[in-house]
Every structure is written in structure tokens, then in C-alpha cells.
């Protein structure tokens, strides 16, 4: 029996049985961990913190065997209570845990790199002045396709590998990337992207994380590139996505 400590994140909580939690927690090392919190819904529970969603804390767990895990310990540093005051803000908190819980599933390279994204963007939408949810959500989205090496191709077309030209372009969620005028007419499924947000979205696929609160886009490029980037992860993740 193996003991551990890590740092973590609780992205999802399900209750079970009488006082029981099955929750997932997301951590830069071990990446996804799916566990059941005993007893932890009684109101002097030791880890009752722990199976609130959101919870940003240091875990100690015991591994009875690889990949079944049991926490006998956990030290909150942040539950970002203000997300609960705000109905935009949680929001794109829980949009933003559903996402990154389908991107850490059996995700073994840059987890460290993906956790610290997510950290970031959740102390930027609990805690930045004015903040606007929806983009620090679209944001962090784009940076985590960058992240996973899932970025689109925007400069050359997927197809026949010409640069695109400046100006409108077809961009292809399925084939993950633009195509140029030549290619465009033989796919069907693609979104018109202007040059504006195709420029916006190779931009800030490096964005420091430090920019997700401060970055704004126009009003026309977020719904563009919120429309682009949902279709895109619903490719690659194979599942329904609302952003």
C-alpha cells in the first residue's frame, strides 16, 4: 500500500449512497484521480471539504492498488467561494471542469503545464476585477488545444499544405484546420472564419496565463471563434461541448 501526497483540484462531485461523494480530482502529477469520499457528506466529516467542487487543496491519499486510491487527508488552499456568488461565473467554472476533466483522461504528457492553465483560469474568473467569464473560458479553451497538441492549423491548408491567403477562410472542424479556396469546395461541414478571428485565434494559442483576465476580444470575433472552438473540441473530444 503506497502513500502520496499531492496537490489537486476537485473538478466534479457525485453523491452516493447515504453521506458518501464519488469525486474526480485533477493533479499536475497523477493526473485524473476518481474516488469515493466515505462519509464525507456528515457535517463534521474530516473531508467534507474536499468533495466540494472547485476544491483547490493538498490531498493525502493511500493507493491499495494502481489507480484505486483512498483519501485519508486534505488541506484546503483556495475553494473560490465567490464563484458561488455569481451565476456567469460559475458557470464558466463548471464548463471549464468538464473540459479539462475529458482532456486529463489517460492524458500522460503536459499535465503539469495543463494544471497550472486550469488554475489560472479559475482564479481568474473567481477573483479578477470586471472579469469577463465567457472569455477567460473561450481563452483557456484555445491555450489548452495549444497545450495538448491539439492546436488547429490556421496558416496552411490541411488538405494541400499551400499557405492561405489573407481574408476570409474555410476552417474544418473535422480535419482540424483551414482550407484555401481550391480545397474548400470539396469538403462539406466547414465554417466560414474571417481574418480577424483567425488572426485573434493563432494569437492567443500563447497567451500567458497571466493575460487570461485582461485579454478581451470584439464582440464578432468571440462569437466567431466561440462557434469555431466548439465545434472543434466536439471533434476531438467526441462528446457534446457548450462553451
Not at 166 to 195: N, Q
Not at 202 to 215: E, S, V, Y
Amino acid at each position: 500500500m503506497n502513500e502520496l501526497k499531492t496537490v489537486g483540484i476537485v473538478t466534479r462531485t457525485t453523491d452516493f449512497r447515504e453521506y458518501d461523494r464519488m469525486v474526480t480530482i485533477l493533479t499536475p502529477d497523477r493526473g485524473r484521480i476518481d474516488l469515493c469520499l466515505k462519509g464525507c457528506r456528515r457535517p463534521k466529516a474530516k473531508l467534507r471539504p474536499a468533495g466540494q467542487v472547485f476544491c483547490f487543496a493538498d490531498f493525502e491519499l493511500t493507493e491499495h492498488r494502481p489507480g484505486n486510491y483512498i483519501m485519508v487527508g486534505c488541506s484546503v488552499r483556495d475553494a473560490f467561494f465567490d464563484l458561488a456568488t455569481d451565476l456567469e461565473k460559475l458557470d464558466a467554472a463548471g464548463k471549464l471542469c468538464r473540459i479539462m476533466n475529458a482532456f486529463f483522461d489517460g492524458l500522460m504528457e503536459n499535465r503539469a503545464e495543463l494544471f497550472t492553465l486550469m488554475l489560472a483560469a479559475l482564479s481568474a474568473i473567481a477573483y479578477a476585477p470586471r472579469v469577463r467569464p465567457r472569455e477567460v473560458l473561450l481563452l483557456t479553451v484555445i491555450r489548452t488545444m495549444s497545450v495538448t497538441g491539439y492546436e488547429p492549423m490556421m496558416d496552411y491548408c490541411v488538405e494541400c499544405g499551400r499557405p492561405v491567403e489573407s481574408g476570409e477562410a474555410v476552417f474544418h472542424p473535422e480535419l482540424g484546420g483551414v482550407l484555401c479556396d481550391s480545397c474548400a469546395p470539396g469538403h462539406t461541414g466547414g465554417i466560414r472564419i474571417s481574418a480577424g478571428a483567425a488572426t485573434t485565434l493563432r494569437m492567443t494559442a500563447q497567451l500567458p496565463n497571466d493575460k487570461l483576465a485582461t485579454f478581451h476580444f470584439s464582440e464578432p470575433v468571440r462569437e466567431e471563434l466561440t462557434k469555431v472552438m466548439t465545434r472543434f473540441l466536439e471533434e476531438r473530444l467526441e462528446q457534446h461541448i457548450s462553451l
